[in-house]
């Protein structure tokens, strides 16, 4: 059985996950559920999406706001946090 019902923590963690990897059905499942009850997460990812858009158009410009290894760091959490 799916468990249907996520923390704030694990949808936000699920949020920036999908951003830059796919993920399971199920968790697309819990996270869509979530995101329709909890509007604080719901903003929170409103404001994750504005925040990548920002960065890409920076990136665009040849700002680097972050470098190679933080980015790299970065997905290895969020690929082993699942």
Known sequence: MI????????????????????IMLTERIQLFFHLFICKSCS???????????????????????LSEDFKNNLSNVLKNKS
Do not use: G, I, M, P
């Open 43 to 65: 903003a929170y990812k409103h404001h994750s999406v504005k925040l990548d858009e920002f960065l890409q158009r920076s990136q665009k410009k040849n700002k680097t706001l």
């Open 3 to 22: 468990q249907l019902l996520l923390s704030c923590q694990k949808a936000s963690e699920l949020t920036e996950k999908k951003a830059l990897f796919s």
